[in-house]
């Protein structure tokens, strides 16, 4: 079956630039989505096809995606982006998650 | 503004039923732009999809292998919701359910998500 690998976590200071990985066999070939978790809370879309903005999500999340690795990208991070990201793809009429990384905001 | 939410008993003995509803306000469940999808997410098996529900001039529904053999999803277009049960549970279904909505007629993301209910599988 196909997998997702995302780094369990990742750090970043406010203001920086922090960037999630998330890894599968010719992800490129697929349209990657990523949703953010804040504890308790049900995961919200913040990135879908690879790139694309919905509205409500701010401007300092970017993605992007080739070969293997598809990249969520949060510049000037803000205390407030610290939670759980998930990278989501499909394969064969399936649903595939990443393992989802916590994102620590110090 | 579309809004779901989840219902049904946080609480179910192993080897019985789960079964959960879906109430859909904002959009419609026999929507031709959308499907309607179930997820569950737990330690450990992380965020799992389950199935899902849609229209496209008759009723399709497709299942994740892993619970095929004891899934249903079912929609209800006179009350606006979908359901799902869940048979001959164990432990290893206590999770938090959630539904989704997936947008358009080939859309690959979820944009709408219910808040979840958790659903703890003991005797």
């Known amino acids: 079956s196909y997998e997702l690998t995302q780094p369990p976590s990742v750090s970043v200071s406010p203001g920086q630039t922090a960037n999630i990985a998330c890894s599968g066999n010719?992800?490129?070939?697929?349209?990657v989505c990523w949703y953010q978790q804040r504890p308790g809370q049900s995961p919200v879309l913040v990135i879908y096809?690879?790139?694309l903005r919905p509205s409500g999500t701010p401007e300092r999340f970017s993605g992007s995606s080739s070969g293997n690795t598809a990249t969520l990208t949060i510049s000037g991070t803000q205390p407030m982006d610290e939670a759980d990201y998930f990278c989501q793809a499909w394969d064969r009429n399936t649903v595939v998650f990443g393992g989802g990384t916590k994102l620590t905001v110090l | 503004q579309l809004q779901l939410r989840e219902s049904g008993p946080g609480l179910v003995k192993p080897s019985q039923t789960l079964s959960l509803t879906c109430a859909i306000s904002?959009?419609?469940?026999?929507?031709?732009?959308?499907?309607w999808n179930w997820f569950r997410q737990s330690p450990s098996r992380g965020l799992e999809w389950l199935g899902r529900t849609y229209y496209r001039s008759q009723w399709t529904t497709e299942y994740a292998v892993s619970v095929r053999s004891r899934i249903f999803i079912t929609p209800n277009t006179s009350r606006n919701h979908f359901s799902l049960q869940l048979s001959s549970v164990t432990p290893e279904d206590t999770a938090v359910y959630y539904c989704?909505?997936?947008?358009?007629?080939?859309?690959?993301?979820?944009?709408?998500w219910g808040q979840g209910t958790l659903v703890t599988v003991s005797s």
């Open positions: 904002g959009d419609d469940v026999s929507s031709n732009n959308a499907a």
């Open positions: 096809q690879d790139k």
């Open positions: 010719k992800l490129g070939n697929r349209y």
């Open positions: 989704a909505r997936q947008p358009g007629t080939s859309g690959t993301w979820f944009d709408s």
